[in-house]
């Protein structure tokens, strides 16, 4: 072992009990899944030629030749955030496929400088947590945007805070695809550029970083703040317990 450079290893406002010092032991999973990767892919805009679904088909089919299990959410008709309650049947079919999912692809117009309010009320319909299950903690993200213009990466920085705000391993690649109505064939279908390999890259990226965390994202994100106060309250609980008599 190398020489400390604090030789004093004491920790006056750390409780010890709750550290959990990572090790390669705990990063690898005892089995493996085996199943398909299970991608999740969000747009964001109801368009009739809408080139962010376009360029989310473009990336579900890469997914699915790369063996992932693909799903695709349609945000037509999904009510806005606080305006209809949580039973409303595109919000349920929303929410089960983000607990089914292990992995998302963000991709969102460039709308005024930022991702499309249509893509936000998507995200926001997620919940941070139900209970005590996050539906999103762990799980890997991609993020993709087009713009009508020339090359911008608003829209892609914005989802970037948001899939950290819902806890997610965002991957480092991204695609932003510029003047994206050129970028199409009449029939939908991306034309060769350099635009497109880099889709190829980023679903490539996003495979390899699904199928090496998938089982260990929980894990990756458990934090010592959060134990913490864990025990904290179920100290709480028990000291009331005794006190009425209840424990």
């Known amino acids: 072992m190398s020489e400390r450079l604090f030789p ?14 990572p090790s390669q ?3 690898t999973a005892p089995a493996a899944s085996e199943h398909p990767p299970r991608i999740l892919l969000l747009y964001g805009s109801l368009r009739e030629r809408s080139y962010s679904r376009l360029l989310s088909f473009e990336a579900a089919r ?5 063996g992932a ?12 955030p606080d305006d209809a309650p949580d039973t409303h049947p595109k919000v349920q079919e929303l929410r089960e496929l983000a607990t ?31 209970g005590s299950v996050r539906p999103t903690q762990g799980k890997t993200l991609a993020v993709m945007q087009v713009s009508g213009g020339s090359q911008s990466f608003n829209a892609v920085n914005q989802m970037r805070v948001l899939g950290r705000w819902m806890r997610m391993l965002t991957i ?7 003047q994206a ?9 991306m034309k060769p550029s350099a635009f497109y390999d880099r889709v190829v890259d980023v679903m490539e990226e996003l495979m390899k970083f ?3 965390t998938r089982d260990r994202g929980p894990y990756l994100l458990n934090r010592y703040s959060e134990r913490k106060e864990s025990a904290a309250e179920l100290a709480k609980r028990v000291k009331l317990g005794a006190a009425t008599g209840l424990a």
């Open 25 to 27: 032991e705990q990063l």
């Open 181 to 189: 109505y050129a970028e199409f064939t009449e029939d939908g279908r």
């Open 172 to 178: 480092p690649n991204q695609s932003s695809v510029a």
């Open 69 to 80: 299990e693909v799903r695709i959410f349609n945000p037509s008709g999904l009510p806005l």
């Open 62 to 66: 890469l997914l699915e030749a790369m």
């Open 210 to 212: 699904t199928l090496l």
């Open 100 to 130: 089914w999912s292990e992995g998302m692809v963000w991709c969102s117009p460039e709308r005024h400088g930022a991702m499309t309010g249509i893509m936000k009320a998507q995200i926001d319909w997620i919940p941070l947590s139900t």
């Open 8 to 21: 004093d290893a004491t920790f006056p406002a750390l409780d010890t009990e709750l550290l959990d010092v």
